[in-house]
């Protein structure tokens, strides 16, 4: 199982390959089920459903996980500090606490579909080589580990929606933007806003303007978040999109600055 540091292995085997699955035990209660694969099976499917869900929250704290991997290492680029992957790695893990809110999120989808975490594992091991729930096993794996390295996640099992193109996906991005900034502008310009409030105002901004363009743009992305970020972290392996991307974001935060710069004409305090 993953660790950190020494740390307790995972909550539930969704990060990490099932172990059980060579025993005697496990392959005739496969063998068994697969010969039964034309009739319904309420078992696997409840565990896709946990599954997919699961994967949804959990994409979310790896979007975390990648945000803060990613400023950790320009900072540490930039300053010249140097430390191992795995100390850094392990590192990271332990600042998110992504094993812990990983635990939670496991307790809560639980809870949802009527069951506990240990029985999801175990519905888990059961299905270990169905092909559809080791997607989502190596795909939990492939999140976590591509956060950490500073990489966008992307959602197992996520098919990117035809109308999704690299050319929408930065239109979405640049409708998102102008309506951040636009929310920013507004907010100050009607208050005064103290310093110790800019970040919340800041944060609360990048928030509302995403969820309000996505739910525009809610039939190209499927009603699904997941699947627009999802998209993006896919295209970002594309150096000419990565390179788009990046200027349409440094455009923005050029215009985030110049908000908050004095005008020309104002005069300072002394």
Not at 98 to 105: C, G, N, P, Q, R
Not at 214 to 237: C, D, F, N, W
Not at 239 to 253: G, V
Request: aromatic share 6%.
């Amino acid at each position: 199982m993953l660790s950190a540091g020494g740390q307790r292995p995972t909550p539930i085997a969704l990060v990490t390959a099932v172990a059980l699955a060579s025993t005697t035990a496990l392959l005739l209660v496969v063998l068994g089920r697969r010969k039964s694969s034309k009739a319904p099976d309420p078992e696997h499917e409840q565990l896709l459903e946990i599954l997919a869900e699961l994967s949804k929250k959990f994409f979310n704290t790896c979007q975390d996980l990648y945000q803060l991997a990613k400023s950790v290492r320009e900072k540490m680029q930039s300053s010249g500090v140097t430390a191992s992957e795995d100390t850094l790695n392990q590192q990271l893990l332990r600042q998110s606490k992504v094993f812990e809110k990983l635990e939670t999120i496991t307790a809560e989808v639980a809870a949802k579909f009527g069951c506990t975490s240990a029985e999801i594992q175990d519905m888990q091991t059961r299905a270990a080589r169905d092909p559809v729930v080791r997607q989502y096993t190596e795909g939990f794996q492939q999140m976590l580990s591509d956060a950490v390295a500073g990489m966008p996640p992307i959602l197992p099992n996520a098919t990117i929606p035809p109308a999704l193109t690299e050319e929408k996906v930065l239109q979405i991005q640049g409708e998102a933007q102008i309506l951040e900034a636009s929310k920013i502008k507004d907010k100050v310009g009607r208050s005064k806003v103290e310093w110790s409030q800019l970040g919340e105002v800041l944060k609360t901004a990048h928030t509302d303007a995403w969820d309000e363009t996505l739910k525009i743009y809610a039939e190209e992305v499927q009603g699904s978040p997941e699947l627009y970020h999802s998209a993006v972290a896919t295209y970002m392996r594309n150096e000419d999109f990565a390179k788009d991307r990046n200027a349409l974001h440094e455009q923005h935060q050029a215009k985030m600055v110049k908000l908050f710069k004095p005008s020309n004409g104002a005069k300072t305090k002394n």
